[in-house]
């Protein structure tokens, strides 16, 4: 079976776009779980729980380092001001 110069092309553009989907959902994921995690680390600090208080802010950051800041950011506004209702 060939497949042809134009199919190929539009295999690589699905590729391409199921990629990028992915990327979008994982970003939401990720800041959503982090949003989450704000209130926890605030209810451990309010209790006094340092410890726990610094490894949920331990892995805050390494959920937002997984992402490119700007788009962090953005979808941070976005869950955050969604939230304000």
Wanted: hydrophobic residues 40%; glycine residues 4%; negative net charge.
């Amino acid at each position: 079976m060939n497949i042809t110069k134009p199919a190929i092309h539009r295999v690589q553009n699905l590729g391409l776009q199921m990629a990028l989907l992915r990327s979008k959902d994982q970003l939401q994921g990720d800041v959503s779980t982090y949003i989450e995690w704000l209130q926890l680390q605030a209810d451990a600090v309010e209790d006094d729980e340092l410890a726990l208080a610094s490894s949920i802010g331990r892995s805050m950051r390494q959920l937002r380092e997984k992402h490119d800041p700007e788009k962090w950011l953005r979808e941070f506004h976005r869950q955050d001001t969604a939230n304000d209702f």
